[in-house]
């Protein structure tokens, strides 16, 4: 008799960063942040699935097929770690694009680290799985928990943040692709030891005044790669100028780039706004913590126990 196949079909969600912050550069080569990371309803479909058996073996097939693929990297490590023996195949179906600052890539990998124990009947704490995932990517530890988050260290220190204020988002999509390791390299060049304290002193200011506020959701939003990006990609400059004068709350570059985020507090204005920009634009709206976590239990149902615990606990506990 063959064992019995777990199966499960996730959605992995885009973020938006509100507000990004780079404070300078770190005795090991990554940068200080200070971020707003924020999910939006943008998303990659994974199917998963999981058979016991006396070897472990995996197969990733993705949609278009991607080099140095995280989903991968991300099923490989979770095999070791928790000593799966087990065949794992898995499908990806990439609609987030990529190199445009929306986290596809780290999402896709935070998706395998919460489905993939849960098929499997492993039980990682949560510490270790966190762990693993700021291995993955700077941004993968926040995709483990959704919603709106404070990011900072390498952005894979995460704190859940009050969600509030408007609850659609434009995305506009221009046809370059930036390189983050690039925009990196360039923005930390422009900084001085000086900068460091104030950056950090006028983020947390500005985060104050956001979650005091009535609104909730970041008026003055700045992004610091916009100064590397937009001189090399003028376009962008516009799109932002274009949003924040058809009445974004927030009108800023995501991640470093290169889509354009616009915020509106109705899905009619949002529309009627994605359509000036003819076909390089989509509506999305903000998804909440809670949203993100009862999508998950969602998902995951038929695999995992009742209860409110979070990561999904398997009921194949081994
Ligand atoms: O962590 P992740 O693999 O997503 O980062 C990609 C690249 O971006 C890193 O190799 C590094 O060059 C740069 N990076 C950085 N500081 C951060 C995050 C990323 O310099 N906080």
Redesign the pocket.
């Given at each position: 008799m063959t064992a019995e196949e777990r199966k499960a079909r996730v959605r992995a969600l885009a973020k938006v960063n509100l507000e990004l912050r780079v404070a300078g550069r770190r005795p090991d080569?990554?940068?200080?942040?200070r971020t707003v990371y924020q999910t939006i309803s943008l998303a990659d479909t994974l199917e998963l699935s999981y058979r016991p058996a006396r070897l472990s073996r995996l197969v990733v097939e993705s949609e278009p097929a991607i080099e140095d693929n995280l989903v991968e990297r991300a099923a490989a490590q979770l095999i070791e770690r928790a000593r799966l023996r087990g065949e794992v195949r898995i499908r990806l179906r990439k609609h987030i694009p990529m190199g445009a600052g929306l986290g596809g890539g780290?999402s896709d990998a935070a998706a395998v680290l919460l489905a993939l124990p849960v098929l499997a009947g492993a039980c990682l704490p949560a510490p270790e799985l966190l762990e693993l995932a700021a291995q993955l990517?700077?941004?993968v530890p926040f995709f483990l928990w959704g919603g709106r988050a404070l990011g900072i260290g390498?952005?894979s220190e995460v704190y859940p943040l009050p969600e509030g204020g408007a609850r659609w988002a434009v995305l506009v999509i221009p046809p370059v692709r930036v390189s983050?390791?690039e925009a990196?390299?360039e923005l930390?060049r422009t900084l001085t030891g000086r900068d460091g304290e104030r950056i950090i002193n006028s983020f947390q200011s500005s985060l104050w005044s956001q979650t005091l506020g009535a609104e909730q959701t970041p008026q003055a939003a700045s992004n610091d790669f916009e100064a590397v990006v937009f001189r090399r990609h003028p376009e962008l400059a516009r799109i932002k100028r274009d949003l924040a004068a058809s009445g974004a709350g927030a009108a800023l570059m995501t991640g470093s780039g290169s889509a354009v985020v616009g915020l509106f507090s109705t899905r009619r204005r949002a529309e009627q706004v994605r359509r000036v920009f003819r076909g390089r634009a989509l509506v999305t709206f903000l998804v909440s913590r809670a949203r993100y976590q009862s999508w998950w239990r969602r998902w995951l149902a038929r695999h995992i126990l009742a209860g409110r615990q979070w990561p999904p606990q398997s009921r194949y506990r081994r």
């Open positions: 080569g990554y940068h200080e942040l780290s990517g700077s941004d390498r952005g983050t390791r990196y390299a930390g």
